[in-house]
């Protein structure tokens, strides 16, 4: 107990502050702000993985959210018959000629020593592929788009639950994860952050302008939800009852039958959000403390003690008989699964898919900075980070509001100056962000709470 | 006469957008690669020290222009440009004091100092945006065009115009001026030869009496006059937007990899293999196949290999390929 002690106060101003925003602000701004940070902590969780317990940096995070968004829209969206019938066959036979390219690529590394032909030949092998692909598949891609282009223009997903989505996200990730570890993992430590970074702007690219897939740009929105709807919910008997019986006390001081109805019927519109809001809260907490759980034992299994030990040192870990190269291949993919959860749990509370809004200062950038200042190498640490982080990057706007109105109290309403701070509000977050950055890694290098290893 | 045409077509819409493309990347690129030479760690920074720089040329530029100032058919920013350069300087050894120099005494692994750079990111972005806003805008004045296509057909009776923009030709002169002067600095001073001692191996370097708070001070001042010349060629050729500056930082780190990075010349033609490649790949060659091959040959299609959505996604997979080939950059790295 003694010992947890910081985590635990951590943890409770926490909450505290985010109980102070449901008393001032309101319970719905609260929630989602919760919400997020949930979000935001299983990226970190999964950021923390690869950058805590490995010492890898991955800067592609914002491209696995991607593509854990991009499962949520190809398993919960009900499927386009006329677009498959249009060019489902042309999409399915480039996805074979795909395969079998990688298949006769992997076939000629094998079977032929390595040589300046067999990489020409590779290359060669790889362009006329492309030209082929293009080809074959741009009739069938034209067909697709154009089947109602307003409101389909795509294949269309599968029609199942959208929490399917969380585990198929996952896998989507953990295959990317995959491939660039293949390609990249042998880099050293800020080469690999660029080659992750720009391999995850190659992936947005391809989301964002293969309309077929995922509508690209044109954004994919109404996506079924795993919780009720508010507007369901206004209509329910027993919820109506529930928030009646919690306004009693509240509704008893109301005389007149009609403003007591409409009293509750307004009661009724706001606690339907705030319901649905922990519904979702519910849900991600479940995936958190699971994660939770899991990551915390493999940190201190044996698996987790080697993990270390390759992070600590390569060489010596190499010495004993440590497949390194494995084990980091091994981990870069675990961590970008969990990216993977997360991306598919925020397109699944926004119920839609903008590819257009994965930003690497967003999605790659913000989730670092969680990760170093909540302290990376303890997943309690990260966790906090993400809520710390995610909630000063929601209530920077009013705080450096408050703070400008206090340093100009002095000037009148329409000076200048004092006008041109107010319209540039949004931009004082990247100021707290990065003034926060600095600061936790110069004088608390460790984090806020930092790295903890006990031998049990 | 159709082949000239053929000729034509390409220079206007091939040539003559990436030379300058290539060059304005090409001044990032060594701002990119003099860092990780002589300081050792990947500056996430660049795009938006590059977007400070312009900030503070198109500040002057305004107060120019409201006092009368200007340069004729010259744009204004060209005279706002050396002062500029001194606040970026100022800036520049102002956070290499305040933030990088704790790092680089207590020999933080690099991995910590791009860490701390993407701090420095987050800040120069927010000061950036606080002060001029995100808004995108355009400071050229001057005479817009040195050749107008339709003065180049009237001059040649061809079919293709030929349009070279004056900030074309700006940029490109500029960044051969400047990048002529820096190599001499580097290969033919003492100064610079100590710069490229430091980064070869920072020990010896010690050992035979350099200073390495000069090497420090020199590459900082160097960064900031390549940061402000880069930003603000690139701001007059297209137009500023903090938002795009912060983007360019990607092709600008292919360009520098590409090149082998801490190499300076490699990262210098590094951006040149960058900016045409994108181009290349991403044209649609059509209207050229119509130019050279006989009528019944001529293609339907676009021609093109990429459309134009991938522009970006063409570097980063040039970056990508090296890197698995050529680890060390085309021309190998890491010795300035």
Redesign the interface.
């Known amino acids: 107990m003694r010992k947890n002690l910081n985590i635990i106060a951590a943890y409770t101003i926490m909450m505290g502050l985010i109980i102070l925003v449901g008393i001032f602000q309101s319970w719905n701004v609260a929630l989602s702000i919760f919400n997020m940070c949930l979000i935001s902590a299983v990226m970190t969780m999964g950021a923390n993985v690869q950058w805590g317990y490995a010492g890898l940096?991955n800067f592609g995070l914002m491209g696995y959210a991607a593509l854990g968004g991009l499962a949520a829209v190809l398993i919960s969206v009900d499927p386009v018959p006329e677009a498959w019938s249009a060019g489902g066959f042309d999409i399915l036979i480039c996805l074979c000629l795909i395969i079998a390219i990688v298949f006769l690529i992997r076939f000629i590394l094998k079977n032929f020593e390595k040589s300046k032909i067999r990489?020409y030949g590779i290359a060669g092998i790889i362009i006329t592929g492309i030209v082929i692909i293009r080809i074959t598949s741009e009739s069938g891609i034209e067909a697709i788009e154009a089947v109602n282009p307003a409101t389909t223009g795509f294949l269309g997903g599968l029609g199942l639950p959208i929490v399917f989505s969380w585990i198929v996200g996952a896998f989507f990730a953990a295959g990317l994860a995959f491939i660039v570890g293949k390609?990249?993992l042998?880099?050293r430590?800020?080469?690999l952050?660029?080659?992750t970074?720009?391999?995850s702007?190659?992936v947005i690219?391809?989301i964002?302008?293969e309309d077929w897939l995922a509508r690209g740009v044109k954004n994919v929105i109404g996506l079924d939800r795993p919780v009720p709807y508010e507007v369901n919910l206004q209509t329910t008997e027993w919820f109506i009852n529930l928030v009646a019986k919690f306004n009693s006390g509240k509704l008893e001081l109301i005389s007149n039958i009609a403003d007591k109805q409409a009293a509750l019927n307004q009661l009724v519109i706001e606690g339907s959000s705030v319901f649905v809001k922990l519904c979702y809260s519910g849900l991600f907490l479940i995936v958190v403390i699971a994660l939770l759980i899991v990551t915390q034992k493999a940190l201190y299994s044996p698996w987790g003690r080697m993990m270390r030990a390759i992070r600590d040192n390569e060489e010596a870990a190499n010495a004993m008989g440590k497949n390194v190269v494995k084990q980091h291949l091994l981990i870069f993919i675990l961590g970008s699964a969990i990216v993977g959860i997360a991306g598919a749990m925020l397109v699944t509370q926004d119920g839609l898919f903008t590819p257009g809004s994965y930003r690497p200062?967003r999605y790659t950038?913000l989730i670092?900075?969680m990760v170093?200042v909540g302290g990376s190498g303890n997943n309690f640490g990260a966790i906090l980070g993400g809520f710390a982080v995610w909630f000063l990057w929601i209530e920077a706007a009013p705080i450096s509001l408050f703070l400008i109105n206090l340093f100009t109290v002095g000037l009148p309403e329409t000076h200048e100056l004092k006008v041109h701070?107010t319209?540039?509000v949004p931009?004082?977050?990247?100021?707290m962000?990065?003034?926060g950055?600095?600061l936790i890694?110069?004088y608390r290098?460790k984090g806020i709470l930092p790295e903890k290893i006990e031998i049990k | 006469m159709d082949f000239l045409n053929a000729i034509i077509l390409l220079l206007n819409y091939i040539f003559v957008p990436a030379l300058t493309y290539g060059s304005q990347l090409a001044l990032g690129a060594i701002f990119v690669t003099l860092i990780y030479g002589i300081l050792r760690f990947a500056n996430f920074a660049t795009g938006d020290m590059m977007a400070f720089g312009t900030m503070v040329t198109i500040l002057i530029t305004w107060y120019f222009q409201s006092i009368g100032i200007s340069l004729g058919v010259l744009p204004t920013a060209l005279l706002a440009i050396p002062f500029a350069i001194i606040f970026m300087i100022g800036y520049m050894l102002f956070i290499d004091k305040f933030v990088f120099r704790y790092y680089r005494v207590s020999k933080s692994p690099p991995v910590q100092l791009a860490m701390v750079s993407i701090g420095v990111m987050f800040v120069t972005q927010a000061v950036v945006r606080i002060i001029i806003g995100p808004a995108d805008r355009r400071f050229f004045d001057g005479e817009k065009f040195i050749i107008k296509a339709g003065e180049f057909k009237e001059m040649t009776g061809l079919n293709e115009g030929l349009a070279i923009k004056s900030s074309q030709a700006i940029t490109v002169f500029v960044t051969l001026i400047l990048v002529s002067i820096l190599f001499w600095f580097l290969n033919k001073t003492k100064t610079g030869k100590s710069m490229r001692a430091y980064s070869d191996n920072e020990d010896l370097a010690l050992l035979s009496g350099i200073d390495p708070k000069r090497v420090v001070m020199i590459t900082w001042i160097i960064a900031g006059i390549l940061a402000t010349i880069g930003g603000a060629l690139y701001g007059l050729d297209k137009s500023f937007k903090p938002f795009t500056y912060f983007n360019n930082m990607l092709p600008i780190f292919a360009a520098a990899i590409v090149g082998g990075i801490g190499n300076p010349f490699g990262a210098f033609l590094g951006g040149y293999v960058i900016a045409f490649s994108e181009i290349f790949i991403t044209y649609a060659y059509k209207k050229f196949f119509m130019y050279i091959l006989p009528e019944s040959m001529e293609p339907e299609t676009l021609v093109q290999l990429l459309s134009t959505d991938y522009k970006f996604a063409v570097s980063f997979s040039i970056l990508v390929i090296v890197l698995l080939y050529r680890p060390n950059g085309i021309f190998k790295g890491k010795v300035l």
Request: proline share 2%; no cysteine.
């Open positions: 940096i990489t390609v990249a042998g880099l430590a800020d080469y952050a660029i080659a970074l720009l391999i702007e190659i690219a391809i964002k302008h200062m950038f670092w900075v170093i701070l319209e540039s931009y004082f977050r990247y100021l962000m990065g003034m950055l600095l890694m110069r290098p």
